[in-house]
C-alpha cells in the first residue's frame, strides 16, 4: 500500500499548482476589493458563471484521468496518448460551442439571476472578455489530467507558478492602469487571467515535446476523431461532467439567493469563497491524489488496497486542515483583510468565515471518499450521490435563504448539510455496493 511518502510525493505538486492557479481567483477579488463592492460582487458573478461552463471540460478530464492512470497501472503505456489527444479535440470543440453560447445567452442568464442592474452590467463586462479563457483553460485540463494519471505531477507546480507569476503581474498592471498600461478596472481582471491560461497551454506543450517520452505514451501521433475511442471516455465522463456542472451550478444557486439579500451581503460571500478556495486546496490535491491511486491500484489488481488507501488519505486529509482552520480561526481580520480595508465588510465577513472554517473539517473526509468512490470508475454512481446530497442543499438553501431571509453567515451553513450527506452516502456505497469489478 502506499506509505505517507508516497501520497505526499504525489499530492504536494498538485497542492502547489492549485495553490498557483487558484492564486487567479484570489487576486482577482483581492485586487478588485480595493476597487469597490460592485466589482467585487460582479467577479464573484461573472466567475462563478464561467466556473459552471468550465466544470464541463473539468468532469471530462476527470473521466479521462481515470481512464490513463488506469492504462498506466495496467502498463499499457502506448494507450494513454490517444486518450490525451482525443480529450484534446473533442475540449477544443466544447469550447468554441460554450464561447458562442456565452455570446448570445450570457445577458439572458444574468438577467434571471441577478436583480441588481447595476451588478448584472459590470457581470456582462467581465465576461465579455473573461470567456476567451474557455479555449486555454479547456485544454489545460486535459494536461492535467496526462500528468496526474501517469502520476508525474511536479509538472503542475512549475505550470501554475507561472500561470499565477502571469496574472499577479497583469492584474496590478490592468486593473489600476501603472507602468502605462490602461486602467481598465473589472475587465482588466479578466484579461489578465486569460493571458495567464494562455501562458499556462504554452508552459504545457513546450514542455511535453521536450522532456516527456511521446512514443511511450503514444503521443506522438496526432490522429482525427475516434468516435469509439471518445465513446469509451464518455461512457466514464459524462457523469463526472455532469456531476461538477450540477454541483457548481447548484453553488452558483448559492450566490443568487445572497444577491437578493444586498450588495455587501454579496461582497461578503466573494471574499469568503475566495478563503474558501485556498483553505480547500489541500482537501483537493488529496481527493485528486485518492483519484489517481484508486484507479492505479485497481489497474495493478490490488482491489484489496482501495479502502485502507481511502481512510489513510482521510485522516492526513482532517489533519492538515485542521492545521489551516487553527490558522484562519486565530487571525480571521488579517486575513480578510488581504481581500478589503473597509472595516464594516471585515466585520461583516467573520462570522462567515466561522462557520466556512467547521464546514472545512468536515469537508476534508467527505471529498476524499467521494474521490476514491469515482477513482472506481463507478462515476455513474457518483452521480446519483451528488444529486441526492444537492436535493437536501437546494431544499435547506431556498428554505433559509429564500424564504426565512437569513444572514449570509446561516447560508453558509449549507456546506454542512452537503458534505455530511456525500459522506454518509459514500461511506455506504463503499461497504455495501458492488464497486470492486468495474472495467472501463
Known sequence: MYNNKQIWQVSYPIFLSLLAQNLINVTDTAFLGHVGEVELGASAMGGLFYICCFTIAFGFSIGSQIMIARRNGERQYPQV?????????????????????????????????????????????????????????FINVMFRALFIGITRTKILTLNALVMAVTNIILDYLLIFGHAGFPQMGLQGAAVASVIAEAASTLFFLIYTRFTVDTERY???????????????????????MLQHFISMATFFMFFVVVERLGQKELAVANIVRSIYIVMFIPVN??????????????????IQQVIPIIRKISRLSFLIMAGFVLVLCSFPRAIISVYTNDPSLIAASIPSLYVIAAAMLLSSVSNIFFNGVSGT???????????????????????????????VQICFTTEFIYYASLLILCFFYLKKANWQNKKI
Open 81 to 137: 496518448g490517444p486518450v490525451m489527444i482525443q480529450g484534446v479535440l473533442f475540449l477544443f470543440v466544447v469550447a468554441a460551442f460554450m464561447f458562442s453560447f456565452s455570446r448570445f445567452f450570457a445577458r439572458d442568464i444574468m438577467q434571471l439571476m441577478i436583480s441588481s442592474d447595476t451588478i448584472m452590467e459590470a457581470t456582462l463586462e467581465f465576461l465579455d472578455w473573461r470567456i476567451f479563457g474557455f479555449f486555454f483553460s
Open 377 to 407: 470508475g463507478n462515476t455513474r454512481s457518483a452521480l446519483a450521490m451528488e444529486l441526492v446530497t444537492l436535493f437536501f442543499y437546494c431544499i435547506y438553501l431556498y428554505w433559509i435563504g429564500m424564504i426565512m431571509k437569513m444572514p
Open 285 to 302: 490535491s488529496l481527493s485528486t491524489t485518492t483519484n489517481s491511486f484508486v484507479s492505479n491500484v485497481i489497474g495493478a489488481g490490488q
Open 218 to 240: 503514444g503521443l506522438n501521433r496526432f490522429r482525427s476523431f475516434d468516435f469509439k475511442l471518445l465513446g469509451r471516455v464518455l461512457s466514464i465522463s459524462i457523469y463526472t
